[in-house]
């Protein structure tokens, strides 16, 4: 295992949450979200020679590409309703006013977001791949396992 590829992918994963945390368009949104997808994806196969760790990173993979498609799809129908704006106040203002109150449409793109975010972030009725894919990861639980040591250690 390569050190320094390892704390590249790390090191991306952060910025990609840093611009995520302060993004305020769908794109800076979509992006970043990717940047920290896709370096999840690369860190989840890191041990190469591991077959439940190649598993895992195709299932992250398919689930992680479908799941976007579906937030792409969900932005694009934002998009298209706020007659092309891409900042999220802009988009909310609108919708407030109801300059472009669109019931179905925006009931549409909201199911899609909240469907391709679900399945990013594993929640309840997305949340299948998720085991699968923590248990290939076996590097992270030997982790945990010795910074939890040395820590009882250090408080000891």
């Known amino acids: 295992m390569a050190i320094p590829e390892f704390l590249i992918f790390i090191l991306t994963a952060t910025v990609g949450g840093m611009f995520l945390c302060g993004a305020n368009d769908l794109v800076t949104i979509f992006v970043s979200l990717e940047c920290l997808s896709l370096c999840s994806y690369l860190l989840c196969s890191y041990t190469k020679r591991d077959i439940r760790s190649n598993e895992a990173a195709i299932k992250y993979l398919l689930i992680g590409g479908t799941s976007s498609s579906i937030l792409a799809y969900g932005f694009s129908w934002l998009y298209g309703l706020s007659g092309g704006e891409t900042n999220i106040q802009k988009i909310v203002n609108g919708l407030l006013t109801a300059q472009i109150y ?5 009931f549409i793109a ?14 309840v009725p997305f949340h299948q791949w998720t085991p699968d894919i923590y248990e290939g990861v076996r590097f992270v639980k030997k982790l945990f396992n010795k910074f939890n040591k040395n820590s009882i250690d250090i408080y000891i």
């Open 110 to 123: 909201f199911i899609c977001i909240l469907v391709g975010l679900g399945f990013k972030l594993s929640i």
């Open 102 to 106: 669109n019931f179905y449409g925006t």
